[in-house]
């Protein structure tokens, strides 16, 4: 299963003439590919899908669907390697 997963840009960077950020995914934090999402920076929400920013969202909409992803840890693991912290930033 592929999923596009939200998260919000903690740090912008350019890396071998590519710009990169570090997304946190509620928790948990990747090194994420941001060009195709060059409007996006430090504090946006993403929806990032194979390590690739693919699109804006707005926060509200980032947590709701975060909140989706959390009931299904399996798959979320599956893509990140790892599961969500809960909404207080706890390990489940």
């Not at 950020?21 to 409007?39: H, M, N, S």
């Not at 690739?52 to 299904?72: C, N, P, Q």
């Amino acid at each position: 299963m592929c999923l596009g997963i939200p998260g919000r840009i903690t740090e912008v960077h350019e890396e071998a003439g590519v710009r990169m950020g570090t997304v946190d995914f509620g928790g948990v934090r990747r090194e994420v590919c941001l060009a195709y999402t060059p409007e996006a920076d430090v504090g946006a929400y993403v929806v990032v899908h194979v390590g690739f920013a693919i699109t804006r969202v707005d926060e509200a909409e980032a947590e709701r669907t975060l909140e989706v992803l959390r009931a299904m840890a399996d798959a979320v693991t599956g893509e990140l390697g790892e599961a969500l912290p809960d909404a207080g930033g706890r390990p489940r």
